[in-house]
């Protein structure tokens, strides 16, 4: 990934507003900030959310709160808990989340 027309800067992420995404069940949470080529997001998940998607856009997603399953599209899948991470290229390997219990994130890409 190269970061292109991003001045430094700094953000409260309370101040963002929030957009709400429905899932196949439960809903997303988005805060989401877009410079230059990047898009940066805190995302939360209620719980019991599944994606209503497979996504294939490329992603640094970082667990802060709650655990998050990630499976991919060949079935394989992962929980994450927090301080644990996943990273993925645009296109590599389809993915879709899923939350029992509520998750918190932090997403680049």
Known sequence: ???????????????????????ETG?????TLEMGNIRVR???YTPGYLA?????????????????ETEL?????????????YQVADDAEPHRSSTKTGAKLFIVD
Request: proline share 3%; glycine share 8%; net charge negative.
């Open 42 to 44: 805190m995302v939360e």
């Open 27 to 31: 809903k997303a949470l988005w805060r």
């Open 52 to 68: 209503d998607h497979w996504c294939s856009r490329g992603h640094v997603l970082l667990v802060l709160e709650g655990e998050l």
């Open 73 to 85: 599209s060949d079935g394989r899948t992962f929980l994450l808990k927090p301080g644990m991470s």
């Open 1 to 23: 990934m190269k970061i292109l027309d991003v001045p430094f800067n700094t953000l409260d992420w309370s101040s963002v507003e929030e957009t709400e995404h429905k899932g």
